[in-house]
Structure formats: structure tokens, C-alpha cells
């Protein structure tokens, strides 16, 4: 089960953390991508943290803001969003599978066969 939570308005500059809760999954196997899709538009890759984190990938429009990480036991992903802005307004999706590497970018989503409901995010003043 991958469920998502944390969304929620924050105003432009501000940060906010989503979390993203993987039962049943390994994170040491599995790969873990945050997506992120806004009104009309396409589902895009934001954020992707390689089993055991040994690589980490991110969006062009996100490095330096977002970054993706794990909490100790590797049962939940963190995507701590810094300095947003209301082009980051959109809903965020978790997803994990053993085939998602984060070597390439972006994300094959048709390798991925977990994921979450999502979460909005909305930035605005």
C-alpha cells in the first residue's frame, strides 16, 4: 500500500513536506518517485530516490528546492519542498516499484506498479 500526506496551502516561498507511507515494500529493493500532476497538464516526474538511496534524480524545475528522502526504518518517503511557487501547484503522487532505478530521467511511469491516491498542493497568496 503507498499513501501519500502532508499536502495542503502554503504561500509562495514557503515550504512544505509530504510523506509518503510504503506498507509492504522494501525500500532496499525498491525504487520511490514523487509525481506531481497539475490542472491540464500531464503527470510529470518530480523527485526519485533509488533503492537503498543510492541515487537520487530530480526534476530541472525542482533541484535545489525539493528533496527526496527516507526516514530510518525505510517505511516512509519525504519530499520537503522549499521556495515554492504556484507553478508547484498540483496533485503529488508517491509511487515504488523494484523496477524503478532513477538512473534515467525522467521516470518510466509504465514501469511502476504502486502508487498512491495523491495529495494536493496548492500555492497561493
Known amino acids: 500500500q503507498v499513501e501519500e500526506s502532508g499536502g495542503g496551502l502554503v504561500q509562495p516561498g514557503g515550504s512544505l513536506s509530504l510523506s509518503c507511507k510504503t506498507s509492504?515494500?522494501?525500500?532496499?529493493?525498491?525504487?520511490v518517485g514523487w509525481f506531481r500532476q497539475a490542472p491540464g497538464k500531464e503527470r510529470e516526474g518530480v523527485a526519485c530516490?533509488?533503492?537503498?538511496?543510492?541515487?537520487?534524480n530530480y526534476a530541472d524545475s525542482v533541484k535545489g528546492r525539493f528533496a527526496i528522502s527516507t526516514d530510518d526504518a525505510k517505511t516512509t518517503v519525504y519530499l520537503q519542498m522549499n521556495d515554492m511557487t504556484p507553478e508547484d501547484t498540483a496533485r503529488y503522487y508517491c509511487?515504488?516499484?523494484?523496477?524503478?532505478?532513477?538512473?534515467?530521467?525522467?521516470?518510466?511511469?509504465?514501469?511502476?506498479?504502486?502508487w498512491g491516491q495523491g495529495t494536493q498542493v496548492t500555492v497561493s497568496s
Open positions: 509511487a515504488t516499484d523494484a523496477r524503478l532505478f532513477c538512473s534515467r530521467w525522467p521516470m518510466d511511469e509504465r514501469l511502476i506498479r504502486n
Open positions: 509492504g515494500f522494501n525500500l532496499d529493493y525498491y525504487g
Open positions: 530516490r533509488s533503492s537503498r538511496g543510492q541515487v537520487t
